[in-house]
Nanobody, 124 residues
C-alpha cells in the first residue's frame, strides 16, 4: 500500500507564507501527476495546483502568481509554496496523486491516492 502524508499547515496572518509538503511512501510505485486540492466546509473540494512528471503545471486562477508547486521525483515529494496568503485561502489542503503499484517489474493500472489533509488558516 501507499500513503500520502502532508505537513506544513498552520495559522498565519494575511500576507504571510506557508509551505506544504507531501511525501508518498510504502510499496514500490510509479508516480504520475501530483496535485494539491483544498476544501472548506460546505463546498466541493477544488484543485489548487498540479504538476505532471514532465514538469508542466496547472494553477487555479485564484492562486496564480501567489502559489508555486514543485516536486522531487526521486524523493516522491510535492511541495506547495503559498505566498501572500489571504483569508479566503483558509481550508483543509489535501495532497493527491495518481500512481501505479509495481510488483515484479510490472506496473498496475494507475489509481488515485489522497493524503489525510492539513489545515491552513489565514487570519485577517
Amino acid at each position: 500500500q501507499v500513503q500520502l502524508v502532508e505537513s506544513g499547515g498552520g495559522l498565519v496572518q494575511a500576507g504571510g507564507s506557508l509551505r506544504l509538503s507531501c511525501v508518498a511512501s510504502g510499496s514500490t510505485f510509479s508516480i504520475y501527476d501530483m496535485s494539491w486540492y483544498r476544501q472548506v466546509p460546505g463546498k466541493q473540494r477544488e484543485l489548487v495546483a498540479s504538476m505532471a512528471t514532465s514538469g508542466s503545471t496547472n494553477y487555479a486562477n485564484s492562486v496564480k502568481g501567489r502559489f508555486i508547486i514543485s516536486r522531487d521525483n526521486d524523493k516522491h515529494t510535492v511541495h506547495l509554496q503559498m505566498n501572500n496568503l489571504k483569508p479566503e485561502d483558509t481550508a483543509v489542503y489535501y495532497c493527491h496523486s495518481y500512481l501505479s503499484l509495481v510488483s515484479g517489474g510490472i506496473a498496475a493500472s494507475p489509481s488515485e491516492y489522497w493524503g489525510q489533509g492539513t489545515q491552513v488558516t489565514v487570519s485577517s
